[in-house]
């Protein structure tokens, strides 16, 4: 069997710029659910189910309420981990993104702007709370992200099946 000189055949060979501009940030806006990571101010590191977030080329948007105790751990420590993962994947062509980061809330401007439109283009609820003017106690955060790590089981297992990379 043979292979096309011009398909990756390990993680490490999808170039960067590939990797970056179209394979992560088409895979994330693929991802119906994703998990966020923060450290609460204890230092106890603490996973939520999310479904408001949007790609922002290789930053990631979302948006949560203010209220929000993940809102508060940003505030103490920004550093975190968005995790990506589709649902019911074959072991063989298992994929996943983690994109870990600095969050920083956006609070107006043209990159607030262009936030709301990336989750409304998304997701038709926040849309709708768009529309209704419902957006007051919600933050809008942007992730600019650090690192990207980027896992693909059709590549093989171990570490030809991962491509970290530190922007």
């Known amino acids: 069997m043979s292979t096309s000189t011009n398909q990756p055949t390990t993680a490490d060979s999808l170039t960067e ?8 940030p088409d895979y994330i806006n693929q991802t119906q659910w994703a ?6 101010e204890d230092g106890a590191p603490v996973l ?8 922002d080329g290789i930053n990631v948007i979302f948006s949560t309420r203010k209220a929000a105790a993940k809102s508060r751990h940003i505030a103490s420590n920004n550093l975190v981990n968005f995790f990506f993962q589709h649902e019911n994947q074959k072991l ?11 969050a920083e809330e956006l ?5 607030y702007q262009k936030a ?10 926040f849309k709708t709370r768009v529309e209704r003017g419902e957006l007051t106690d919600t933050g809008i955060y942007i992730i600019r992200t650090t690192e990207v790590k980027y896992l ?9 099946a991962v491509r970290e ?3």
């Open 107 to 111: 609070t107006d401007g043209p990159e």
């Open 48 to 55: 939520r189910v999310m479904g408001s977030f949007a790609p």
């Open 116 to 125: 709301v439109e990336l989750l409304s283009a998304r997701n038709p609820r």
């Open 152 to 160: 693909d089981y059709s590549f093989g297992a171990g570490p030809t």
């Open 35 to 40: 998990t966020l990571a923060t450290v609460r």
């Open 165 to 167: 990379i530190i922007l």
């Open 17 to 24: 710029t590939a990797l970056l501009s179209q394979v992560v």
């Open 92 to 102: 063989e062509a298992f994929k996943n993104v983690a994109i870990i980061g600095r």
